[in-house]
């Protein structure tokens, strides 16, 4: 498979190495992956659980600013909806009304 923005070939355990954004240099991109490699499995798994919680704060705060009338409990709600899809959320919380996110 051709390598370059976009594209990639798979490494060890399945990793995607030659993709990366294309506002990314190739010199930059390998220097990011540097980091994540000195980082260890732990400390990539501290970054993803970073980057997963912060999405979560942004989700929420765009669910608050369309939504200013929501209340903590509806925005959890309506994030819950947006990240699980209406038929899990429903399986889940069949009495809750699905809640524009």
Known sequence: MATGAGLGRRGRRGIFLGVRPRDTSPDSHEAQLRAYRRLGPAGRARVAANLSGDTRELARAGIRARH?????????????????????????????PLLSP
Do not use: I, K, M, N
Not at 69 to 93: I, K, Q, T
């Open 68 to 96: 200013p009338e929501y209340r903590d409990e509806d925005v959890e709600s309506a994030l819950r909806r947006l990240l699980l899809g209406d038929e899990l959320f429903h399986r889940a919380w069949p009495a809750l």
